[in-house]
């Protein structure tokens, strides 16, 4: 490559870096300001940083509460996603059976459905049930998203490991269960390890669902981020603040997962 290509080629990283950070960087910065700093005009790139908005929104139970349910309700979603998505995937990878194409369909149709459509019903029966205001409720509705989404990564994943191991495990006479283990497990871990993220970030940044399904018990950390707007007031610090403390999760479970996609990527398949 040229050295002009090259600086061309990074010049358009960089753009692309600060255009998709700088909302989170202005977001950061925004909770260590004053009300009076947010919307002083032109903004201030300089200021005196506080903690006020931090210690205000550590201060309401509501807050810690909120989180808190995020957590049960994302880590639990993800963890059952996982769990129940990564065997399917694999049959779906590696074994043909009647209704094959028809399932993989209905997989696939699940996250062209439009939420906003579903909500009157989800909560129709959530509230038949008995469920309104329960993890539970939140638990089972996101999985029924992210299940589609583990199985349809993790199918491809599986796809492209040689089925050549397979057999050689059989020769060794490995049972079904164990090469799914030993085998798809170790070196399907990347796609299994982006598919836990997407699964967690989609169930803890979540909306719609938690604001119908809920009530004041299990609230979600970005249903309590919008309950400090009202008609008379915008607290930006808090929300900027409350923001912060959301993203703050899903970036560390991220940067956790990632190693171990790097880990899948560099195994190998030999014994």
Not at 41 to 70: C, E, Q
């Amino acid at each position: 490559m040229r050295p002009s290509s090259s600086i061309l080629h990074a010049l358009g990283l960089c753009a692309v870096i600060i255009f998709s950070m700088f909302p989170f960087y202005w977001m950061v910065t925004a909770s260590f300001k004053t009300q009076t700093d947010i919307l002083a005009s032109p903004p201030l790139w300089f200021f005196m940083p506080t903690l006020d908005n931090y210690r205000a929104i550590f201060a309401d139970s509501k807050v810690i509460g909120a989180v808190g349910n995020s957590l049960i309700v994302a880590s639990c979603t993800t963890a059952l996603a996982v769990l129940l998505g990564a065997p399917a995937a694999y049959a779906l990878a590696r074994f043909e059976f009647r209704g094959k194409g028809d399932l993989w369909f209905w997989f696939i149709s699940n996250r062209m459905i439009s939420p906003i459509v579903l909500a009157l019903p989800v909560y129709i029966l959530a509230m038949q049930a008995r469920l309104l205001d329960t993890h539970l409720v939140l638990i089972l509705i996101y999985l029924t998203f992210n299940l589609p989404i583990v199985v349809w990564i993790c199918t491809d994943q599986f796809k492209s490991i040689p089925s050549d191991l397979e057999q050689a495990a059989r020769l060794d006479g490995a049972d079904q269960f164990t090469i799914f283990r030993k085998i798809y497990l170790p070196l399907g871990a990347p796609g299994i390890a982006v598919s836990a993220i997407f699964s967690f970030i989609f169930s803890w940044n979540e909306l719609l669902y938690a604001l119908v399904l809920t009530r004041k018990n299990v609230q979600t950390a970005p249903v309590v981020a919008t309950s400090f707007m009202s008609g008379y007031e915008l607290p930006w610090g808090k929300i900027m603040a409350t923001g912060t403390v959301i993203v703050l999760p899903v970036t560390i479970f991220a940067l956790i997962v990632s190693r171990h996609m790097v880990r899948g990527l560099t195994m190998g398949a030999t014994k």
